[in-house]
């Protein structure tokens, strides 16, 4: 049951000019199943994306950074779900590249301007031949108002689609963000999470859209978490068509700041709502890490917090077992860390100061807290001015249901 | 239901000339339950021990540090479960010693001569008037033969008993080995397990005591983990009381050797027996890292696969999703990882190779080890000579259950 999110209304998702999506279904892993993607981009479009930092990964990010860093620009995305081409060797290599050539001969354009993405499971052949013959489908349904079907095609253990849309003025005329993402499972982005595409229909030179795309992640897909397993094929990727003629020259421009805003907030929307659809989510829970000495000091408190079992099954249990948080702050890795300058408060109830209960501290107040489906957890080291926040979710029996049959 | 583990004979258990051992009911948390322990050593024993690298670390740990320090000998300890005393304070710390002072008068030791130790809750106070009450009963029970008792007295939500007992021959002269451990959840020992004591009655002087304790939790406690999260209260306790009259002088005088394998053999017999009663465990899976460059790495890796829920939920399922153990092994923080150099081995079925599944593997043949209850991953690196080994268990619902009801 995903927490406080619903599908979104296609309505509401803004066509963004210069990009139209299509789907398919392909039969990738189960039949009947939207499983295929294709984005097809205005000449002149200019596109970046990060990526997953697992050394393990999968083939076609590293067709991804191939293409990119080959700089003859992207006219087309392919994604697959239901399998990963991760741990596939050479032969998946070779399947990623046989993707994109498929597509670059269906849609007349270079090889080296198609990014191909998948999802799904690990170490398992991907059916090229399946892929390669839905395509023509996807091909024929290619449409500007796509984004909720787009949406769903890419979805795995995802329950509801995610998708994100804001319109904000840049230099008096109006340009548009629209994003879709899809998360669920093995979630610790260390890059970007498992696949999410925002998209502008601003020109934004590359140089900028390089920068904005890293920011985006690190205020977004890099601070959420389920499980802390960082998947092999991360992908987050930004595309700016210039379709509108708006065009943003450089990050000083008027509107520059508006829009830069508006994708981050797109991919915040997309992140956090992946947090809500975690495999078996029942809680919403923001982690908040203060007076630390440094961020990465802030971020290890933060994740020991997000990733410890003990914490997440406390807030499954709606038990407000408030030593765990502190235990997980001890072995966050500060070595000189001094538990008695740590404050930690449970929404608005301060809940521990001075090493131990804070003496107003009521269990009462505690539990009502804890029977919120979105909770605050606020951490003070007092040890300086660096500070953080992630999101995350509990572990619940439904994530291990789900991730004991996911491939049953 | 532990993996492959039943309760200790009673008569399988050695007592160890020099110590006595007492328990007690002290209704610490729940009426009835046996919850107090209490050790008594002979006058001239050696003690060393480990505890948890944890900065939020108890107040019984703070304490048994200084008084470790102190250098006058250890005569007594006492143990309380059903409190952590941790996340308490100062008031925490009084208790703790006041503990100890109630323990000295009534054994007509030094306080200093007393080490604490306390497992269940954090962040509630210690029911101190309940643990002294009940110290008056522990030390009526003295006797040499009450290992098993003990065993049961230390346990928290462990199912079963732990306990481990050998005699090896020093020097022509049989001497005896026996210890206890309790475990259960917020295992990712960092120096020791939650709680362990092992005992024997040759006389070991103190510097190569305080060497093989450390060699000890290496080769045992520091080698597994249940849920990565660890505990605020981890000790490792090795006394050698001297009572058989069997001194080793030092590490190479006859028999040291024998005798230091013992306590390693028991050590981790125990630490063996707390994954195989991790919360919820229905696997015991041994990780074996080898051809990593260096011994850090290879924990780096074996912890990383035997941390992720993911690898952990397909354990319970018998599901060879062996992708996650690839996605697993790619983030384990090797930046200069290359996937085409690893083998994957499960049990006695070549998995994974140069990047990707092995040619000859079956499905079948992964399915077939992953239903056994005792699973061997081996994971080759290609990068050296170093290795390790790290057990641990699957992740389940019982494990949510447990830990969800934990405080109810």
């Given at each position: 049951?995903?927490?406080?999110?619903?599908?979104?209304?296609?309505s509401?998702?803004?066509?963004?000019?210069?990009?139209?999506?299509?789907?398919?279904?392909?039969?990738?892993?189960?039949?009947?199943?939207?499983?295929?993607?294709?984005?097809?981009?205005?000449?002149?479009?200019?596109?970046?994306?990060?990526?997953?930092?697992?050394?393990?990964?999968?083939?076609?990010?590293?067709?991804?950074?191939?293409h990119?860093?080959?700089?003859?620009?992207?006219?087309?995305?392919?994604?697959?779900?239901?399998?990963?081409?991760?741990?596939?060797?050479?032969?998946?290599?070779?399947?990623a590249?046989?993707?994109?050539?498929?597509?670059?001969?269906?849609?007349?354009?270079?090889?080296?301007?198609?990014?191909?993405?998948?999802?799904?499971?690990?170490?398992?052949?991907?059916?090229?031949?399946r892929?390669?013959?839905g395509?023509?489908?996807?091909?024929?349904?290619?449409?500007?108002?796509?984004?909720?079907?787009?949406?769903?095609?890419?979805?795995?253990?995802?329950?509801?689609?995610?998708?994100?849309?804001?319109?904000?003025?840049?230099?008096?005329?109006?340009?548009?963000?629209?994003?879709?993402?899809?998360?669920?499972?093995?979630?610790?982005?260390?890059?970007?999470?498992?696949?999410?595409?925002?998209?502008?229909?601003?020109?934004?030179?590359?140089?900028?859209?390089?920068r904005?795309?890293?920011?985006?992640?690190?205020?977004?897909?890099?601070?959420?978490?389920?499980?802390?397993?960082?998947?092999?094929?991360?992908?987050?990727?930004?595309?700016?068509?210039?379709?509108?003629?708006v065009?943003?020259?450089?990050?000083?421009?008027p509107?520059?700041a508006?829009?830069?805003?508006?994708?981050?907030?797109?991919?915040?929307?997309?992140?956090?709502?992946?947090?809500?659809?975690?495999?078996?989510?029942?809680?919403?829970?923001?982690?908040?890490?203060?007076?630390?000495?440094?961020?990465?000091?802030?971020?290890a408190?933060?994740?020991?917090?997000?990733?410890?079992?003990?914490?997440?099954?406390?807030?499954?249990?709606?038990?407000?077992?408030?030593?765990?948080?502190?235990?997980?702050?001890g072995?966050?890795?500060?070595?000189?860390?001094?538990?008695?300058?740590?404050?930690?408060?449970?929404g608005?109830?301060?809940?521990?100061?001075?090493g131990?209960?804070h003496?107003?501290?009521?269990?009462?107040?505690?539990?009502?807290?804890?029977?919120?489906?979105?909770?605050?957890?606020?951490?003070?080291?007092?040890?300086g001015?660096?500070?953080?926040?992630?999101?995350?979710?509990?572990?619940?029996?439904?994530?291990?249901?789900?991730?004991?049959?996911?491939?049953?």
């Amino acid at each position: 049951m995903p927490v406080n999110l619903v599908a979104p209304d296609p309505s509401s998702l803004y066509p963004v000019a210069g990009l139209e999506l299509g789907t398919a279904r392909a039969g990738i892993r189960k039949p009947g199943r939207r499983d295929l993607l294709l984005g097809r981009l205005a000449p002149g479009a200019t596109v970046a994306g990060v990526f997953t930092r697992n050394r393990f990964c999968a083939a076609p990010v590293r067709v991804c950074r191939e293409h990119l860093a080959a700089g003859r620009g992207v006219r087309a995305w392919v994604v697959n779900t239901g399998n990963a081409n991760a741990g596939t060797g050479e032969n998946g290599l070779a399947a990623a590249r046989a993707t994109c050539a498929s597509v670059a001969a269906l849609l007349g354009v270079e090889v080296a301007q198609v990014l191909p993405f998948s999802t799904g499971v690990i170490l398992e052949p991907l059916p090229l031949e399946r892929l390669v013959a839905g395509l023509p489908a996807a091909r024929d349904d290619l449409h500007a108002a796509r984004w909720a079907e787009a949406a769903e095609a890419i979805m795995t253990t995802d329950t509801l689609p995610k998708a994100a849309s804001r319109r904000v003025s840049v230099g008096g005329r109006e340009v548009t963000v629209t994003g879709i993402a899809k998360g669920a499972g093995m979630i610790r982005p260390n890059m970007a999470t498992m696949l999410a595409f925002v998209a502008t229909d601003a020109a934004v030179p590359q140089p900028v859209l390089e920068r904005w795309v890293r920011e985006a992640a690190d205020a977004s897909f890099n601070r959420i978490t389920i499980d802390g397993d960082t998947s092999t094929n991360d992908s987050f990727v930004l595309a700016a068509t210039g379709a509108s003629d708006v065009a943003v020259a450089s990050e000083a421009s008027p509107g520059a700041a508006a829009l830069k805003a508006a994708v981050i907030e797109v991919s915040r929307e997309l992140a956090q709502a992946i947090v809500r659809d975690g495999e078996g989510a029942t809680k919403f829970i923001t982690i908040a890490v203060e007076g630390a000495g440094t961020p990465a000091e802030a971020a290890a408190v933060a994740y020991a917090v997000a990733h410890s079992p003990l914490v997440k099954t406390a807030f499954f249990a709606s038990d407000p077992n408030l030593g765990r948080i502190l235990a997980a702050i001890g072995y966050a890795g500060i070595d000189d860390l001094d538990p008695s300058r740590i404050d930690l408060w449970l929404g608005d109830v301060h809940v521990a100061t001075l090493g131990g209960r804070h003496p107003a501290y009521q269990e009462a107040d505690g539990q009502r807290v804890m029977r919120q489906a979105e909770i605050g957890v606020r951490i003070a080291l007092g040890r300086g001015a660096a500070g953080t926040t992630v999101w995350t979710c509990d572990l619940s029996h439904d994530y291990v249901s789900i991730n004991a049959d996911y491939r049953s």
